[in-house]
Nanobody, 127 residues
Framework: VQLVESGGGLVQAGGSLRLSCKAS????????IGWFRQAPGKEREGVSCISASDGNTVYADSVKDRFTISSDNAENTVYLQMNSLKPEDTAVYYC?????????????????????WGQGTQVTVSS
């Protein structure tokens, strides 16, 4: 299983970024893919998840109406479009996957449910 994130960078508050998570080595169509983030000194926080099979999505309250998760099953890739970015969105963003869970408010809130992880990509939002 391999998950490779890309698309992070430095952006001003109010700006946008799109993160990508390229997956390989497992049945993508049967999996739930999640995005998590971790800021310095803080615990890893669930941002969003998507079920690749039916497109069901869940968002953390902190990003609802600003972030959009989507999947391109033909490319085994999940995207996280981040708009109206705030300095408090600054963190390392991780992509995670698991075949044994559904995308739900419970699973997106707990990183322990996801068995496979990418290396992370840094997102920095300046004020």
């Amino acid at each position: 299983v391999q998950l490779v994130e890309s698309g992070g960078g430095l952006v001003q508050a109010g700006g946008s970024l799109r993160l990508s998570c390229k997956a390989s080595g497992f049945l993508f169509d049967d999996s739930t893919i999640g995005w998590f983030r971790q800021a310095p000194g803080k615990e890893r926080e669930g941002v969003s998840c998507i079920s690749a099979s039916d497109g069901n999505t869940v968002y953390a309250d902190s990003v609802k109406d600003r972030f959009t998760i989507s999947s391109d099953n033909a490319e085994n890739t999940v995207y996280l479009q981040m708009n109206s970015l705030k300095p408090e969105d600054t963190a390392v963003y991780y992509c995670a996957a698991d075949r044994l869970i559904f995308c739900s408010p419970v699973t997106v809130s707990q990183h322990k449910y996801f068995g496979s992880w990418g290396q992370g990509t840094q997102v920095t939002v300046s004020s």
